[in-house]
C-alpha cells in the first residue's frame, strides 16, 4: 500500500501530466499540448506568408487542418486572412495578383496558466508599406469532453492611412479553416437550423458548424464583433471549407489610426455537432470571455 507522501508525488505527477504547456520553437512555432498530446501548433516563421495554427487537433491528437495542400497552397490550417486590402492579396500566395504578407513581429505573452494564452503583434506588409498593425490573441483552455476549443481576437489598425478591408470576388475572408481530407463531402448545422450546405452558406448566423468523418469544427461569433451576427462561408465539395466571413456582403472602411476587432470561438470536436451543447456553449461564451485588451 502507498505511502501518503507516495499517493502526493503520484497525484502530483498526474495533475502536472494534465496540465497545458507552451513551448516556443524560437522563429518557427509555439506548441500548447497537454500531457504529451498536441492540442496546437501556432506557426509563425518568417519564410511563410503569414502566420496561422496547424495543426489544430481533437483531444486525442488528431489533426483536423491541412497546410498549403497542392489544390490551394494558401490554405494554411486556422488563419486570418483578407484577399483585398486596399487591393493588396493577403489571402492567396502564388496566383496572379499583388500580394502582401502577414509577418509576426514579437509575443507580448506567452503563458500556460490558467489557460494558455498567445499574444502576438503582426505586421501586414505589401510593396514595402505596412498597411496593418495587428495584435492577435489565441486562447486555449484544457479540453473537455466537448473538444478543443479556443478563442480567437484580432485587432487591425490602420497603420498609417484609410485602409478597406474587401472580400472582391472572394467572399470568404476572415477566419478560415482547410480541412483534412477525411472530413471531404460532410455536412453543416448553424444557429438557425439550417443543415444545407447551400442554405447555410452566406447566412447570418451566431455559430455554424461544419462535420465529416467523424470529426467537426465550430465557429462563433462573438456579439460584440462589428455586423454581428455575421455571414459564414462554407462548402463541402471538392473539400471541405468553413469561415466566418464579416465581409461577406461589404467591406469595412478605417481611418488612418482606427481599429476593428473581430472575436471568435472555435471548438474542433469528434463526431456529429452536438446542436445543444454548441447553443449553450455560444450563451455562455458570449456572456463570460473576455473582450478588453488584458
Known sequence: MPTRREFLC??????????LRVADTKGEKVAVTRGGTTLLEYRYSAARPKSYIHPLCLPDGTPITLDAPKDHVHHRGLMVAWSEVNGIDFWGEVNPARHGQILHQRFERLRERP????????????????????RRTVRVPPP????????????????????????????????GIRLVPSMDGGGVLNSNGTAAIEKANGESAAWCAYHGGGAGVAFFDHPANPRHPN????????????????????????????????????????????????????????????????
Request: aromatic residues 12%.
Open 115 to 134: 489557460q494558455a494564452e498567445i499574444v502576438s503583434l503582426n505586421h501586414w506588409i505589401a510593396e514595402g508599406k505596412l498597411l496593418l498593425r495587428e
Open 144 to 175: 473537455s469532453s466537448e473538444g478543443v476549443w479556443l478563442e480567437w481576437i484580432t485587432e487591425l489598425t490602420a497603420a498609417a492611412g484609410p485602409v478597406k478591408l474587401a472580400a472582391g470576388q472572394h467572399n470568404y475572408n476572415g477566419l
Open 10 to 19: 503520484a497525484a502530483g505527477a498526474a495533475a502536472a501530466g494534465g496540465r
Open 231 to 294: 455571414a459564414f462561408f462554407v462548402m463541402n465539395k471538392a473539400f471541405g471549407y468553413l469561415s466566418a466571413a464579416p465581409t461577406f456582403r461589404e467591406p469595412f472602411d478605417l481611418a488612418a489610426g482606427q481599429t476593428i476587432r473581430f472575436h471568435w470561438g472555435v471548438l474542433a470536436f469528434a463526431g456529429e455537432p452536438p446542436e445543444e451543447t454548441l447553443h449553450r456553449r455560444f450563451q455562455t461564451w458570449s456572456k463570460e470571455s473576455r473582450w478588453a485588451k488584458d
